[in-house]
């Protein structure tokens, strides 16, 4: 199985700022990496698939980039409602496998 | 809009049985293939198993081979997973995925369910 490890597992922010989060996969995956947005009790929610294309309906202060073995999930000004766990997916294997997440918390 | 609603879990004892459903609704259900997503109590999202848009290829982690089979019905929207030889470690919340393109192999989950919680214990 293609293990994703994402970092940092936990950090905290304020409304406005800008954050950056990793997720380093143990092969080359090119650039078939997804992320997803997850929140207590609810289903989970498409924001970047294939590394860098915004999920139809996402805000665009989302935005995903990388190739290979090494991407990132930027969410610039955050707001309110972005606070949940973010998982990265690769889609590579047919088999896909799940970073164990980052929890974005408040400051 | 697309929604997809999970029921059948439950508690059951060690080496019982389950059946999961899925009911899709708003989407050609019969296009996509669908998988299965589980999140253990404290941990984070774990892919189970995947079938094809007609039924005809799945796909299983290793953890539940022989032990699971997911199934769909394209004349009812509804997708299935049945659990056989439940273990402790199959505690979680079961989720089901709708894929974003019709591919035969799970790739990319645009639509999830809310999900269905399944305990297993003594």
């Known amino acids: 199985d293609i293990q994703l490890t994402q970092s940092p597992s936990s950090l905290s922010a304020s409304v406005g700022d800008t954050i950056t989060l990793t997720c380093r996969a143990g092969?080359?995956?090119?650039?078939?990496l997804n992320w997803y947005q997850h929140k207590p009790g609810k289903a989970p929610k498409l924001l970047i698939y294939?590394?860098?294309t915004l999920q139809s309906r996402v805000p665009s202060r989302f935005s995903g980039s990388g190739s290979g073995t090494h991407f990132t999930l930027t969410i610039s000004s955050l707001q309110t409602e972005d606070f949940a766990t973010y998982y990265c997916q690769q889609s590579y294997s047919t088999r896909p496998t799940f970073g164990r997440g980052t929890k974005v918390e408040v400051k | 809009e697309v929604q997809l609603l999970e029921s059948g879990g439950g508690l059951v004892h060690p080496g019982g049985s389950l059946r999961l459903s899925c009911a899709a609704s708003?989407?050609?259900?019969?296009?996509?293939?669908m998988s299965w997503v589980r999140q253990a109590p404290g941990r984070g999202l774990e892919w189970v198993s995947g079938?094809?848009?007609?039924?005809?290829?799945?796909y299983y982690v290793d953890s539940v081979k022989g032990r699971f089979t997911i199934s769909r019905d394209n004349s009812k929207n509804t997708l299935y997973l049945q659990m056989n030889s439940l273990r402790a470690e199959d505690t979680a919340v079961y989720y089901c995925a709708k894929e974003r393109l019709g591919v035969a192999s799970p790739d990319t989950f645009d639509y999830w369910g809310q999900g269905t919680l399944v305990t297993v214990s003594p």
């Open positions: 294939a590394a860098s």
């Open positions: 708003g989407v050609t259900f019969s296009s996509f293939g």
């Open positions: 092969q080359s995956i090119s650039t078939y």
């Open positions: 079938l094809s848009a007609s039924g005809g290829v799945t």
